[in-house]
């Protein structure tokens, strides 16, 4: 009896509270309760489009806690975590559960370098697909051939994972920048050692040097793009590793995903937008075209943020600012700024972390369709934290439908 009553007690307490994805737990207890023959419900189809609000898995990495506006991560606040750590330092906290000391800050400094060696094999084969390759789609390739290269790719334990997720950490920007250069016909560079990680990022995209300010800016945007709980790639690499398959698997499944420009692939669609304007009026009047003909505009929206804003595009908004008064250029930031305004009068709606970060790596000199894939680099640090979780902790994803198609009929 008492069985019975607790999810009955839990669906009146949900049902009072509104609280959507709480009510779908329930339902579950009572579905389970059809099938053990107690009580007996109408069967409620468990369908939520696009998954919105459903509660799709247990982590300790991150979640977004929107009530307090706050991007927890391993306990701590993102937005105050960009004013006092460096992207290696994320690295530390994804993969080791912690914030490094200064001795531990250095060790991973050290093991990122080391792990620089990329194949020599890649580049040649890297060399030969066409002109026409997307940097994402290069990414994916180079994650193919360097799954052969692993020779341990069975052992999904956690300290093997774990290695491989610094090596690709340590691999990936050499691989992203290089893949570039050979798509343009040009040579890789080698990596400069002197160089800080993300300084050496920045040099292998650019073939610059860049400046503390610029080196500030650009580590910043890649610890905004480390984690954020579960979009749509890391979903998919988690699907991907609960098949037992390997962490490059999951991560070809991941670069698809963010390719999209609903997901990551707004960074770089934001940029064309912008270089389709000379003026914030000419912006404001091609998102208003845009607006008439149900467009999507890109950098607007979140899944999650919906009506709010990403806390991410502030932090990079200001980054916009710093960059613009260095470079005595504010065009982009007004026409920004000008479509900001537009966005949240017109639709109520806000930008998210691409809307910002688009124009701060073409202010860093950084070609356009290499916006998605750094994207992809910074967030390897949380999608390998999530894969070696997974499989630290596994239960095979395999959904049901909601069948809408044609009853039986015999032959
Ligand atoms: C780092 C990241 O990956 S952040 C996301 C980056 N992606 C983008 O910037 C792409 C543009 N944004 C979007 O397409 C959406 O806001 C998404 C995909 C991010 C979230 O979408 P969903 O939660 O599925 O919301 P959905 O697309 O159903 O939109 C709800 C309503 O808001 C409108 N809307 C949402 N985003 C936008 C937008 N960017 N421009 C115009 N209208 C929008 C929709 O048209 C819809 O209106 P309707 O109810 O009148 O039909
Ligand atoms: O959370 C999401 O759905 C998309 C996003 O902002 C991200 O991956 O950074």
């Excluded at 369908?47 to 927890?72: C, H, Y």
């Excluded at 040097?209 to 984690?227: C, G």
């Excluded at 688009?358 to 998605?372: D, E, F």
């Amino acid at each position: 009896m008492r069985r019975v009553l607790r999810p009955i007690k839990s669906y009146v307490r949900v049902i009072e509270e509104r609280n959507e994805s709480a009510l779908i737990n329930v339902l579950t207890q009572f579905q389970s309760f059809n099938k053990l023959g107690g009580i007996q419900l109408p069967a409620e189809p468990l369908f939520k489009p696009g998954l919105q609000d459903v509660v799709a898995l247990e982590t300790s990495i991150s979640l977004l806690d929107t009530e307090r506006e706050q991007i927890i991560i391993k306990g701590f606040e993102l937005i105050e975590l960009s004013q006092e750590i460096d992207y290696v330092a994320m690295i530390h906290l994804l993969l080791e559960g912690s914030l490094p000391d200064a001795s531990q800050a250095e060790k991973v400094k050290k093991r990122l370098g080391k792990d620089r060696q990329v194949q020599k094999d890649l580049w040649p084969l890297l060399a030969q697909l066409p002109a026409s390759t997307h940097p994402m789609d290069a990414q994916r390739t180079a994650l193919s051939v360097i799954a052969g290269y692993d020779q341990n790719l069975d052992d999904r334990s956690t300290a093997a994972n774990v290695e491989r997720a610094y090596r690709l950490l340590a691999q990936m920007p050499i691989i992203t920048a290089n893949s570039y250069r050979l798509l343009q016909g040009q040579s890789p560079l080698t990596p400069d050692e002197s160089l800080s990680y993300s300084a050496n990022f920045l040099y292998l995209l650019t073939e610059n040097v860049p400046s503390k300010l610029s080196e500030r800016i650009f580590d910043l945007s890649l610890l905004l793009y480390s984690e954020h709980e579960l979009p749509n790639s890391t979903f998919a690499a988690r699907v991907i590793a609960s098949t037992l398959s390997d962490m490059y698997g999951a991560l070809t499944g991941a670069v698809s995903s963010l390719k999209g420009q609903l997901h990551g692939g707004a960074n770089e669609a934001v940029m064309y937008m912008l270089l389709e304007a000379d003026s914030p009026e000419d912006f404001e009047a091609l998102l208003l075209q845009k607006l008439s003909q149900k467009e999507k505009i890109m950098g607007f929206g979140h899944r999650v943020y919906a009506k709010k804003m990403d806390p991410r595009a502030l932090i990079m908004k200001r980054a916009l600012m710093d960059l613009s008064e260095h470079q005595g250029n504010d065009s982009f930031l007004r026409m920004c700024e000008a479509g900001e305004a537009l966005m949240e009068r017109e639709k109520g709606l806000y930008p998210n972390l691409d809307y910002y970060a688009a124009p701060v790596y073409y202010m860093l000199g950084i070609p356009i369709s290499l916006y998605t894939p750094i994207f992809f680099c910074s967030r390897l640090a949380g999608l390998t934290a999530h894969i070696i979780e997974q499989h630290e902790a596994n239960r095979l994803f395999r959904p049901r439908v909601h069948y809408t198609g044609a009853p039986y009929q015999s032959i």
